[in-house]
């Protein structure tokens, strides 16, 4: 079986988000970015299930610009058996991504695409979700377990809701996205940093893949938090009360 894995560029986690002048987006140019967290997640469970004698393939993903390349190195070091990148210097949304990722599930045939639940850059928790509905496909989001049956072709899939964990049972092919607590993901080794500096990644366009990339969300405006106001020191539980009731309204 082999399994697909998407993964996204963004802005590294640790970086201070700098939103541009004309509020318009944030700040990229000059900016550290790597792979989202949560692609990084989906990458080390589809590894997993491969060496645990389950998959025979673990194909990488990911779209965007030319920098995307780096990234897919990244995922090949981890131990990613080749990648895959689709070209295109023009915003691509959950929408187009999805269709993109369809239409090389045609060329690819995979028994199983992993995505990260969202991306730490735009939050939109789509992706996974309109992939599986495009192709028609059973689908289990927010996965922090996952149990691989070959023989029966099905998977289970244990997913985290608001009053608890609820069990799934998918027939294969499936498509899976994964939260936070599924697994901790490996560092790259030197030697496995060298090793993907030869794998192969295939390039396409989305002309060539039949998928028209326009832009079906319009970003009004991006603009910062409004900053938290400083804490006050009060003397005694009278004051308190008093700013919770006349301030806050809270009592």
Known sequence: ??????????????????????????ETQNVKMSMNPF???????ALR???????????????GPTQCVDTLRTGLAMGADRGIHVESTAALFPLTVAKLL??????????????????????????????????????GTFA???????EKQVATVEREVDGGLETLCLDLPAVITTDLRLNQPRYATLPNIMKAKSKVIKKYTPQELNVEVKSDIEVVEVTEPPKRKAGVIISSVDELIDKLRNEAHVI
């Open 1 to 26: 079986m082999k399994i697909m894995v998407a993964i996204k560029r963004v802005v590294d986690y640790a970086v201070k988000i700098r939103v541009k002048s004309d509020k318009s987006g944030v």
């Open 39 to 45: 692609c990084e997640i989906a990458l080390e469970e």
């Open 49 to 63: 299930i491969k060496q645990s004698g389950l998959a025979s393939e673990v194909v990488a993903v990911s779209m």
């Open 102 to 139: 369809k239409a090389l599930v045609e060329v690819e045939k995979p028994g199983l695409i992993i995505l990260g639940k969202q991306a730490i850059d735009d939050d939109c928790n789509q992706t996974g979700q309109m992939v599986a509905g495009l192709l028609g496909w059973p689908q």
């Open 144 to 150: 922090s377990k996952v149990l691989l049956d070959t």
